[in-house]
């Protein structure tokens, strides 16, 4: 089965600065999609960033970039210029092209944002 | 306004009571999921839904029931069998492999 690894229960960065999150999986397909997604305080899901493994390129969102190293098994998230509103927790998440039931959650880092 | 909404925010469950939490979407999304979330961790999966009438167990169905006669509701029931009901419940739907979570449920035992 499918594995998603955060090894950072918890992160504090000082605003306006950047930070980077980190994620690894365990897979044995070749094409699969990769999430992140935060969790603030009202505990609402919200996607911030996908990537499908099959570009090489790495996803950009605004603020939020990932580093996507296919070979390493890694999907790390950086936040630049950290704000206030970027305090949740993030989660890494994974799914299987040909899987598709199922998305495989990280347990999630915490990360504080300092004013 | 399209989304995902669940209801009760809040529901409170006495022993040996089933309790049925909604979750309504008009997105026309295909599939439907439900996880349980508990404090510091990640999202476990019970039950999914690709289409109406049918339905999968996910990592951790016992004590848990589900419906899907329409497209848009995916209630889930959360009986007496399930010994350890407190935990926040997150609906999800999916569409073009991207899933998309409701406002979740906070459960609660008196």
């Known amino acids: 089965a499918q594995t998603v690894t955060q090894s950072q229960p918890e992160m504090s960065v000082q605003e306006a600065e950047t930070v980077t999150l980190s994620c690894t999986y365990d897979?044995?397909?070749?094409?699969?999609?990769l999430f992140w997604y935060k969790q603030p305080p009202s505990r609402q899901m919200i996607l911030v960033i996908r990537q499908e493994a099959y570009k090489q390129q790495n996803a950009t969102e605004n603020r939020f970039s990932v580093n996507f190293q296919k070979a390493a098994k890694s999907f790390s998230l950086k936040i630049s210029d950290s704000q206030l509103g970027d305090a949740a927790m993030y989660f890494c998440a994974y799914r299987g092209l040909y899987n598709f039931n199922k998305f495989y959650f990280g347990s999630g880092t915490k990360l504080n944002v300092k004013p | 306004d399209g989304g995902i909404t669940q209801s009760p925010k809040y529901l409170f469950r006495k022993e040996g009571q089933n309790v049925t939490l909604s979750c309504e979407q008009n997105l026309n999304h295909d599939a439907m999921y439900w996880y349980r979330q508990d404090p510091g961790q990640g999202l476990r999966l019970i039950y999914y839904s690709q289409i109406v009438n049918d339905f999968q167990k996910g990592d951790i169905a016992e004590g848990y029931s589900v419906s899907r006669e329409k497209k848009e509701s995916f209630p889930l029931t959360v009986t007496s069998a399930q010994k350890n009901p407190t935990a926040f419940y997150l609906c999800?739907?999916?569409?073009?492999?991207?899933?998309?979570f409701g406002p979740g449920t906070r459960l609660l035992v008196l």
């Open positions: 999800a739907s999916t569409l073009g492999g991207t899933q998309y």
């Open positions: 897979t044995s397909e070749s094409d699969y999609y």
